[in-house]
Structures are given as structure tokens and as C-alpha cells.
């Protein structure tokens, strides 16, 4: 079933607004997302009804607030297809659950002369977490290269292995420039190898079905505000028997068991990983976000995006003087451009003019752009609630900012 786009687009309040007196075309869903009412109206509910912290309480407020904080975790248990609800971590966002990993498991298991496997496209929060591990451990990183498309060279992966591979971490879609990575066979791969993987999903689970248990992943991360929900909550998701052999990280209220002056215990699996009050408003919001996704029909979504991408790829394509970064086989929703002779940042500035929202600059991915010599990119980041129209606006709007710059 096609999407109703006129719903959909009225169920976001703040695409109704104007900016610099135009309508307003938001294509900077990559760095976040805006959030349906849905959504906004779930978190209202909760400061204005039935705020109380979590867990702790035995009066009548807390036991609700807990019991939705709770199943909003079951939310996202379902909605990755986890076999635990104690899978699934609740953290601050993606960075936060990379960094989980990288001090309790790297405290663990990474030694020195150890090496950690990750990718050529990463994510600065992908990147610099695994790069103080190294220096903490005196452990080395290793980087799975890419060709001018923007695809990971498997074969060239498969030869990084040594005996001292102790994680392999990549992003399972490129944020820069919308790679989609074959993430299956990587842990496949890794796996044969003995070696365990951590997919960084930040830029895909809002664009179609994730499965962990069939992904076979060890660990997945992603954040709430990048899917329509909130800022401030992410998802730590960990096998089972990985997790209850990693140390705590944080330590504090929440995730101890009994604490005496001498000796602390901590607590069982997912508390264990979530010291202090969680974001219990944001982690009932996210859930509040994967409800609204489901019933709008993932693969409806991701069937749209596809056909804005092709649309967008080729309006683009057709203006002289601008070249698109990112042509991998398998992509997502965005389009990386630069412009002859026009820094990124000017044309950004020219393009928010007409009202229209794009990021420019390295996207936090500062190692990518010198694989391919450039100093950033222009990016336009689709999503389901964008349409035909608004990049025929962007078309024009780059047009104009040619001319302009003559
Ligand atoms: N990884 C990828 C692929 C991203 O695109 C981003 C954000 O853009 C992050 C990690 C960091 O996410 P957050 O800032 O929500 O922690």
C-alpha cells in the first residue's frame, strides 16, 4: 500500500512552518529527525500525567511510569527482534553505546598488541572511542578499505584478521554519503574468524526492518531522535551471554544490588548497564516513534524513500558543474554532493535561503571525505515526508546558487 503522503506530512506539525518566509523543506533527516505528534503528545502525557521516577517507587505513580518504561523496552525488543527484553540497553544514544562497549568490553578483553577491525566510512563516534581504546590498551586499529563508489572491499577485510582481532565494529549505513553495507556477511565473515561485531545502526533502523537474531550481531546500536523519537535515548542491544560477562561501566544509583562501605554488587542485566535515573520520558517516546513506524508500514517507507532517492539522483544528476558523492549498489535515502568552485558551506548558506534545510561539511566523517580528496559535501537526507516537490525546490536552489556564485 502507497503511502498517504498529505497524512503523513500533517502528522509532523513542524513541517507546516516557514522559514525565511518560504515553506520549509527539511533534508537534514541524517543529523536528526522531527518527530510526529504522536510522538510529542506520548511525552507530554507523561510530564503532565504520570511523571515519577522509575523502578524505586512503590506509589501509584512510579509503578505506571515503570511499567511504560518497561514496555517500551519490550517496543524495542520486538521491533529489532531480540530474544531478551534485557538485550536491550537503554543509553543516551549511539555514541554512548559505542562507548558502553568500548570501556567494559575493551576493558575486558583488549590487551596490548590487540586490534580492532573498523571501516573506511565510519562515523566520528565510531572512530574516535575504538582509536582511545587503542592508546588506553596500547592495541592498534585497522581499517577495512572502500572503493570510489563507496563499498567496502570484503576481500580486503578478510585479509585484516591476525590472531590478536578482538572487535570488529562498522556502521551498517553510511551517514555521509548513504552506503549500505552487507553488515550479514561481515559478521559472517567475522564470526569464522572468532572475532565478534558491533553494528553501528544509527542511519537504518528508520529505514526498514532490523533483525538481530538474524543479523546473528553481537552488538547493535542506534539512536532515538534519528527514528522520529526523541533526542537523548538510544538502544545498547548485546547478546545475552556477552553482556553478563562484561563489567559495569557506569557506576551509581540503579545498577548495583547491595552496596555496603566495603564491598558494592551489581545488579542483573539491563539494569546493570543503566546507573543513574534513565530517560524513562524518552525511552516511552521512542517507543511512542517505533509504533508510529510500524503503522505507517516499514516497507511502505523504505519503497517511498527508495523512489525520492531515484527521483532526487536524478534531478541532481542533470546540473552542470555538480558532482554526487556515494553510488554504492545498495543505498539509502541520501544524496552528498559538492559543486564546482563553491564551498560547501557558502552553497549551504544560499540553498537555507529558499527554506531549505541541508548540512554541509565533513558529517563526522572527517576520514572519509580524504579517501576522496574533498573538504565536504553538500547533503541532502531524505525522508518518507519528503516529497517530489521539495527536490524539485532543491534542484532550483542549487541552480540559483550556480548562477550566483558565476
Ligand atoms: N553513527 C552514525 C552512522 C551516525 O550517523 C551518527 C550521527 O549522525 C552517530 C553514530 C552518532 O549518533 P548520536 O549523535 O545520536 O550519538
Redesign the pocket.
Given at each position: 500500500m502507497a503511502l498517504d503522503i498529505n497524512k503523513i506530512r500533517n502528522d509532523f506539525p513542524i513541517l507546516k512552518r516557514q522559514v525565511h518566509n518560504k515553506p520549509f523543506a527539511y533534508f537534514d533527516n541524517?543529523?536528526t529527525t522531527q518527530k510526529p505528534n504522536s510522538v510529542i503528545d506520548r511525552m507530554d502525557k507523561v510530564y503532565r500525567e504520570t511523571n515519577s521516577n522509575i523502578h524505586r517507587g512503590v506509589h501509584y505513580l512510579s509503578d505506571i511510569t515503570t511499567r511504560d518504561f518497561e514496555a517500551a523496552r519490550d517496543t524495542v525488543r520486538r521491533f529489532i527482534n531480540a530474544r531478551h527484553d534485557h538485550e536491550i540497553i537503554f543509553t543516551p544514544?549511539?555514541?554512548?553505546g559505542?562507548n558502553l562497549v568500548a570501556f567494559s568490553f575493551g576493558e575486558r578483553y583488549v590487551s596490548e598488541g590487540d586490534e580492532i577491525i573498523i571501516s573506511a566510512m565510519?562515523?566520528h563516534?565510531?572512530i574516535v572511542p575504538w582509536q582511545m581504546l587503542c592508546e588506553r590498551k596500547g592495541a592498534r586499529l585497522r581499517v577495512i578499505p572502500m572503493n570510489d563508489k563507496g563499498e567496502l572491499l570484503l576481500d580486503e577485510f578478510d585479509k585484516l584478521f591476525t590472531s590478536g582481532t578482538r572487535l570488529v565494529s562498522v556502521?551498517q549505513?553510511?551517514?555521509s554519503i548513504g552506503s549500505v553495507n552487507p553488515v550479514k556477511q561481515i559478521i559472517e565473515l567475522s564470526h569464522r574468524h572468532g572475532v565478534k561485531v558491533l553494528i553501528?545502526g544509527?542511519?537504518a533502523v528508520q529505514h526498514g526492518y532490523v533483525d538481530v537474531q538474524e543479523l546473528d550481531a553481537d552488538f547493535y546500536v542506534f539512536?532515538g531522535?534519528?527514528m522520529y523519537g526523541p533526542t537523548g535515548i538510544?538502544v545498547l542491544y548485546g547478546k545475552e551471554e556477552i553482556l553478563e560477562e562484561m563489567p559495569p561501566y557506569q557506576t551509581g544509583g540503579e545498577m548495583v544490588d547491595n552496596v555496603s562501605f566495603e564491598k558494592t554488587t551489581f545488579n542483573r542485566l539491563p539494569f546493570r548497564f543503566e546507573a543513574g535515573t534513565p530517560n524513562y520520558t524518552g525511552a516511552i517516546g521512542l517507543a511512542a516513534a517505533i509504533d508510529y513506524l510500524e503503522a505507517t508500514g516499514l516497507d511502505d517507507i523504505a519503497a517511498y524513500e527508495k523512489d525520492l532517492l531515484e527521483y532526487g539522483t536524478r534531478q541532481l544528476s542533470e546540473i552542470d558543474g555538480l558532482h554526487l558523492y556515494g553510488r554504492a549498489k545498495d543505498k539509502i535515502s541520501i544524496l552528498s554532493f559538492v559543486l564546482d568552485d563553491i564551498h560547501p558551506f557558502d552553497a549551504g548558506m544560499v540553498i537555507d535561503k529558499h527554506g531549505i534545510a541541508v548540512r554541509t561539511g565533513t558529517?563526522?566523517a572527517q576520514p572519509l571525505m580524504d579517501r576522496f580528496g574533498i573538504r565536504g559535501t553538500i547533503r541532502a537526507s531524505l525522508a518518507f515526508y519528503n516529497t517530489r516537490e521539495e527536490l524539485d525546490r532543491l534542484r532550483e536552489a542549487v541552480e540559483k546558487t550556480i548562477q550566483m556564485f558565476k
Open positions: 541524517a543529523a544514544g549511539t555514541t554512548s559505542i565510519e562515523h563516534a565510531n556502521t549505513v553510511a551517514n553501528d544509527a542511519q539512536s531522535h534519528k538510544g558529517h563526522c
